[in-house]
Every structure is written in C-alpha cells, then in structure tokens.
C-alpha cells in the first residue's frame, strides 16, 4: 500500500486512488533504480542531514533532518495555483488555462515532460560515484541533497504523467527508469546526461552550466498553458536555485583557494598544481565544455517545433510577463548565421528562434556568475579572468555544429582544431590530474581538501564542522 504520509504531497494523494494505483506499481521500481544507480556506497550505513519538502509554505521548506539516502520521502508538490490565471502567449493568449491536456497538444506536451522528466534520473547516474573523492562532509552532503531532489523532480514528472496521460504516460514513467545515463542501447535523450560527471570540477561545473539551463527550461515550462505542469515546473525552480548555489560556490571556492596559492607563490602559474590547487586554465577548461555541451540543450537556432511549442502556448519564454507583445506573430529575431566560413546576420520570425531568444536569456545568466566569480580574483589584486566561450564553440547541435570555432569564435579548420583542443577542453592530462588530487575522500567534519576554500558558512545555521554525513556503527 501507498501512504500518503511516507509520499509528503499537496496534490491530495490520500483520496486519488487511480495515482495511488499508478504509484503503486511505479515507486518499487524507482526505490530499486535508485539502489542500483543512486549514490554508490552511501545507500545503507549512512545518515544524511537533508531537506526534506513537506510543504509549499516557506515553514515547509526548512525540514531538515538525519536520513538514510534510501528513506529520504520524495514528495509530490505544485505551487499554490494562481488564481483565474489565463494563457500568457501564442494564439491562444487570454483564454483559461489548462486543468486537463488538450487531445490535439497531447503528444507534444508528453514529449517535452519526457524529455525534461529524463534530465533528473540522468544527473543522479552520472554523479554516483563521486562521494568516494568527495572534499569534504559538507559537499558530500550537498552532492546528496541534488541527487535526492533530481530524483523529487523525476517524481514531478512522473506525477504529470501517471495522472493526465492515461497508459502512454504510465508507460513512459517505466523508460525513464529503464534509460542509463552514457548507456550504448539505452542512452538518455540528452547528449550533456550522457557524458561522464568524474570528478568535483565537473561536478560543480555541471551544476553550474547544467542545472542553469534546467532553470531555463524551467522557466519556460513554468508559463506553460497547461496549469499543473505550470505549477509543478514553479516549485522545482526553488529546488534548482540550491542546485546552482552548489555550483557556483564550489567553483567559487576552489578559485578562492587557487588564489590564496596564486599569491603565496607569485609569479608561475603552474606552481598552482604542484602545491595541489586547480590552475586557471583547468577551470577554464571545465568552464568552456559543460558551458557549450549546456548551450547544445536550448536545441536549434531556427525551430519550427520551437514555433509550434510557442504558438500553441505549451512552452513560453523565461520571463513571458516582461514581455510586451506575447502573440509574437511579426517580430523578427537577427540571428548570426554561419555561411561558407563567414558570419551573415538574417532576419528571422521571432516565434522560430525562441530557442535562441532562451539561450540568450540564459548565456546573461550565465555571464552574471561567471562575472561573480571574477570578483573573487579582483578581491584579492589579481589580474586572472574566467570567461564565457563565444556560443559558436564546441557546439553539437544547431547550425554552428559541424564547423569548428575557437573560444571567441573564429573559426578553424579541423586540423587547427585538433592541434590546439586540449589548450580548451579537458584533456587526458588534466582528468589524470584532478583524479590526483581527489584519489582520496575527506570525512573528517570541519577539514577540506586542499584544493577547495571552506564555505563561508554551514548548512541550515549548522557550524562548517557538522558531521552532515554520520557513518553507522
Ligand atoms: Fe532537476
Ligand atoms: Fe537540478
């Protein structure tokens, strides 16, 4: 039997029998996916300090406690519905929103909480083996409160599905616990949650770059006519901002440390690896792959699906109500386009380059941490910068994929390109090398890597030095 209490929710789960009975059948079989693909080595004799969603309200936000990974309560929540709320672009601007799916848009929507739906077990895949080098309890808790909400944020899909989109959606929640992130037959649907999370760098990276275009998406899901996917995508936006904080305060601290190494020994930048920090070009390295494998996500520059998504009203764009005209049917977008090795700009209709208008909106996100983290070299009177790549680098999907570009975007023959690769990407040497420094775990409370700044302060008011991770007796 389901309880209701064990499945903390506010879709009224207690007197919805037919999700009871989906769920039935669906949660043993996440509950074995996650022992066999979640956290490798932390499923049994491990307590966590997680949070736990017990409620929408703000009070229900502040739950933490002790937990076996295994036992965390994977909750189904939406915000609070907004009242009277009409469509807020496309054709159908102005009408009342969706409480059931719409026959005619069935498999479009079905498509995008799928493809979305897929992202979050994905995530959890590629990042299960990184507690074994973690820096420290307080990351390592960190890296644990993601993977269990990725996997909340499987059951939001998979909530969307069991409940408006009768056997096909029931079916659907099977194959996104069958799909293995990096697996040859049964791959994830997305190239970034096919590639390998093998050390801190990449993990922080990836929850920098990553996690932001799972914002984005969001976002843009968010304004979606269909009000429980609407409501759904609303409240995981509050779970993605803390995926983001990992990010981008993990990065932050390991340049704070590469800059206290930096000052300590003036002069040769390579003195940073032998006294065990991560130089700058291997963070710009790390920087430049999960950066373009995440602009690959926004999809194509010119979209006519894009365009049906926009016109029908299934997936808006971030922000929709900072907008002015939300039909879009004139407006153009001049869009960069890649011609016989030189860059033309051609006017394009608006509603075909949404995917671009998203990106955009999320490279200035982008542009915005990365500038917060420049800071931290400015602070301490160094002339260092990590930068954005321009958006042509390093793509696989859109018209700039098949060519080649350097990071501001020049571009390259497929020679040039293979000679200079690994003076932009990752190479070999550089994994070998953070593997190096990351051979072994920390867990002692309150000590942390060489390689990584402490956080200014604990988690829920916790001193830097709580046991976040308690090993059984
Ligand atoms: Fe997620
Ligand atoms: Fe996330």
Same mark, same amino acid.
């Given at each position: ?21 989906? +769920?039935?059948?669906? !949660? ?14 932390? !499923? ?14 703000? /009070? ?8 076996? +990974? ?15 709320? &009409? ?19 069935? *498999? ?31 990351? +390592? ?7 269990? #909400? =990725? ?33 040859? /037959? @049964?791959? @994830? ?9 093998? *050390?801190?760098?990449?993990? %922080?990276?990836? &929850? ?8 984005? !998406?969001?976002?843009?899901?968010? #304004? ?13 936006? &509050? #779970? ?7 990010? #981008? ?51 194509? =520059?010119?979209?006519? *699906? ?10 808006? @764009?971030? !922000? ?18 890649? =011609?016989?090795?030189?860059?033309? &700009? ?18 200035? /996100? ?23 790549? /321009? ?11 098949? %060519? ?7 571009? +390259? ?9 690994? =003076? ?35 988690? *829920?008011?916790?001193?830097?030095? %709580? ?7």
């Amino acid at each position: 039997m389901i309880s209701s209490e064990r499945i903390p929710n506010n879709v009224g789960l207690a007197d919805n029998r037919r999700l009871q009975r989906a +769920l039935e059948h669906w !949660q043993p079989k996440y509950l074995e996916w996650w022992h066999d693909m979640g956290p490798a080595g932390f !499923q049994e004799h491990h307590q966590v300090y997680l949070r736990t969603v017990i409620s929408v309200d703000p /009070d229900g936000w502040a739950h933490f406690e002790m937990v076996r +990974l295994p036992e965390y309560r994977w909750g189904i929540f939406l915000a609070d519905p907004v009242v009277d709320r &009409t469509i807020g672009f496309g054709d159908m601007y102005g009408d009342p929103v969706w409480q059931e799916v719409p026959g005619e848009f069935r *498999n479009p929507l079905r498509r995008l909480i799928v493809t979305q739906g897929d992202t979050e077990p994905a995530s959890v895949e590629q990042q299960r083996e990184l507690g074994s080098r973690c820096p420290s309890l307080y990351d +390592l808790r960190n890296l644990f409160q993601v993977n269990v #909400e =990725e996997g909340r944020h499987l059951w939001a899909m998979v909530y969307l599905l069991h409940s408006y989109f009768g056997k096909d959606g029931r079916d659907e929640a099977e194959d996104l616990l069958a799909r293995r992130s990096g697996n040859t /037959d @049964r791959p @994830r649907i997305l190239e970034a949650f096919n590639q390998p999370i093998d *050390n801190w760098l990449d993990f %922080f990276m990836f &929850t920098m770059f990553t996690d932001r275009d799972g914002k984005s !998406q969001l976002m843009s899901l968010s #304004e979606s006519s269909l009000d429980p996917l609407s409501r759904t995508t609303r409240f995981m936006l &509050t #779970e993605e901002a803390h995926h983001m904080f990992v990010g #981008e305060t993990g990065v932050a601290r390991i340049i704070e440390r590469t800059c206290e190494i930096l000052k300590a020994t003036p002069g040769v930048a390579e003195d940073v690896r032998a006294k065990g920090g991560i130089d700058l070009p291997t963070l710009q390295k790390h920087l430049n792959y999960w950066f373009s494998l995440s602009l690959d996500l926004h999809g194509s =520059e010119v979209s006519s *699906n894009a365009a049906t998504y926009f016109g029908n009203g299934l997936k808006g @764009r971030a !922000q929709e109500e900072a907008y002015e005209d939300h039909r879009v049917l004139d407006s153009i977008y001049p869009m960069a386009m890649h =011609e016989e090795d030189r860059v033309v &700009t051609k006017d394009v209709p608006m509603r075909n380059a949404m995917n671009e208008v998203l990106r955009d909106w999320y490279v200035g /996100d982008c542009a915005s941490g990365v500038a917060r983290w420049n800071k931290i070299f400015e602070r301490h009177g160094l002339s260092d910068r990590l930068r954005l790549p /321009d958006r042509k680098f390093h793509r696989g999907i859109g018209m700039y994929s098949g %060519f080649r570009f350097d990071p501001d975007g020049r571009p +390259l023959s497929e020679a040039a390109w293979a000679r200079r690769r690994d =003076e932009w990407l990752p190479s070999e040497e550089d994994k070998k090398f953070l593997r190096s420094i990351m051979a072994e775990p920390i867990f002692e409370p309150g000590i942390f890597a060489n390689y990584i700044a402490p956080p200014r302060r604990g988690i *829920n008011r916790m001193p830097i030095n %709580f046991e976040y991770v308690r090993t059984e007796e």
